[in-house]
């Protein structure tokens, strides 16, 4: 391909071969990447039930991961240079991350996987993360003395506190038996207290990327269940700090929150950000019948939440994140629970299992339109996306603009090979009090406009439209004399110069 890699690559010839003598070149004793890989491209073949993934007929490169982000990025680069060497568009689909790192999108692994999405037929797709129900993050504007609490639940602990290169900081750490560590700007220090080892951190350079710096502490050889005390005071004025745990599973900030948790490097401003909402509460898996918590439809409780450090929404969107059927690796540890009759397939949950289900979308939409922009794409899913009472006013930090839908993403592509008709989406159906309507209308319409009818063919309500060619109309289930409408069933359609859209069966509910 023009390139020099460094690993292994596996045709598609070879990994038949050594499947069909019983010799396996990579493993995967986790499961966690073939069910991922599964949710996106699974082609069913192993299920009596048909279990296909969402773009079945999509190839395939798959690369193991190190999770060093330097090799991740290596990794991205080797699926988009395969892809043009074979004259296809690809998405790459990351559901990794952590929280090492600014969160605002300026880390180099963010920028560097922006970057990478500098040309038509490429998208990248990752995992929110699994931290929104963990209060990993401590923000403040921090004028006095502040101090925060970090309630310890490994023997190993460690966290970044961000702010603005124009403040400082003079930072102390406090160990649960009673000594202490303080360090002031431009400063490092280490300690061996009773209750552990402590290295703080004071030294960082500006980052030109982000105007920012951060504090940097670790905690080793510590007791889980302690609670060790973490104080800055201002130096020149203070300024707003945000803190992570950037293991989040290895303690949590008594004062801190469940906002500003998307995982590295679901904060790139280019990638697709995904959420998790739960599809399925309930599978017979080959120990009998079992069931998850949590409400169908409803956001699982571990998906991220935004916003980034910077302010923008995040995640960008949401998908089925539990509790996922998809292929099972043979090497993979046995989970009664969660194994499905047949030893092939298998259950899990999390944002990693929502990511594939917006990769295999995005994948749809590069086959029929493969220059569309890593833009496109993105617009196209996130003016798709359905709203209903569990997603409340969109966008909003915990669902982004709601709920995957890609058969209503792919009626609003606008790109170079986009079908020319206008699209039209209800954002809540049913309805009960007014009805709020998308529309996309293809470049250079003059005009356009809402029509509702009854069943029966008869015009109710009309309006024109005036902002083109795409905006969002409303409805407030009146007739064009001012009568309210019953409940029931009404074909609605976008009309224009050129064409009318689809036809919404919008239903009321009094």
Request: hydrophobic letters at 40%; one cysteine or more.
């Amino acid at each position: 391909m023009g390139e020099t890699w460094y690993g292994r690559a596996f045709s598609r010839a070879v990994l038949e071969g050594a499947i069909a003598i019983g010799i396996s070149p990579t493993e995967d004793e986790h499961g966690h990447g073939t069910h991922v890989a599964g949710i996106a491209a699974g082609d069913g073949s192993a299920s009596p039930a048909n279990l296909r993934g969402m773009a079945p007929g999509a190839d395939l490169v798959i690369v193991k991961t190190t999770f060093y982000e330097d090799t991740v990025v290596d990794g991205v680069r080797f699926v988009f240079e395969a892809a043009r060497a074979r004259g296809k568009p690809a998405v790459v689909n990351l559901s990794l991350g952590g929280h090492a790192g600014p969160h605002d999108g300026t880390s180099l692994f963010e920028r560097m996987l922006d970057a990478m999405l500098d040309r038509p037929g490429r998208a990248i797709v990752v995992a929110a993360g699994n931290e929104g129900n963990r209060r990993i993050h401590v923000g403040a504007d921090v004028r006095t003395t502040t101090t925060w609490h970090l309630d310890v639940e490994k023997s190993t602990v460690s966290a970044q506190l961000w702010h603005s290169a124009t403040a400082d900081f003079s930072a102390t750490v406090r160990a649960p038996s009673g000594e202490e560590l303080t360090v002031v700007p431009g400063a490092k220090g280490w300690a061996s207290t009773a209750s552990g080892g402590v290295l703080l951190d004071n030294t960082s350079f500006p980052d030109p990327r982000n105007l920012s710096r951060h504090i940097y502490i670790a905690l080793t050889v510590v007791r889980p269940g302690a609670t060790w005390a973490i104080t800055l005071t201002p130096v020149n004025g203070g300024g707003r700090v945000d803190g992570w745990v950037t293991d989040a599973s290895s303690a949590q900030f008594r004062e801190g929150g469940t906002s500003f948790t998307i995982a590295e490097p679901g904060n790139a401003h280019r990638v697709i950000t995904v959420g998790a909402y739960i599809t399925n509460t309930r599978w017979t898996s080959v120990e009998g019948v079992q069931t998850g918590d949590g409400e169908v439809g409803a956001r699982t409780a571990f998906s991220s939440r935004g916003p980034t450090r910077d302010g923008r929404p995040k995640p960008d969107l949401a998908a089925p994140g539990a509790w996922i059927a998809s292929a099972r690796s043979s090497q993979a540890w046995p989970a009664p629970q969660l194994d499905l009759p047949g030893d092939a397939y298998t259950m899990m949950q999390g944002t990693s299992m929502a990511a594939p289900h917006v990769t295999g979308a995005v994948a749809l939409l590069f086959s029929r339109w493969p220059r569309l922009t890593w833009s496109e794409a993105k617009d196209a899913l996130l003016a798709g996306a359905r709203v209903d009472l569990h997603v409340g006013a969109a966008p909003n930090h915990a669902w982004g603009a709601g709920k995957l839908d890609v058969s209503r993403a792919a009626g609003l592509v606008v790109g170079p090979d986009a079908v020319a008709t206008p699209a039209l989406f209800a954002r809540v159906n049913p309805v009960s009090h007014e009805a709020w309507f998308q529309y996309h209308c293809p470049q250079g319409t003059r005009w356009a406009s809402l029509h509702v009818y009854d069943l029966a063919g008869r015009p109710l309500y009309n309006t024109g439209l005036l902002a083109l060619p795409s905006g969002e109309v409303r409805w407030d289930l009146r007739t064009a004399d001012g009568q309210w409408v019953a409940s029931g069933l009404y074909l609605v359609v976008l009309v224009t110069d050129r064409a009318r859209s689809n036809i919404v069966r919008l239903v009321v509910q009094r």
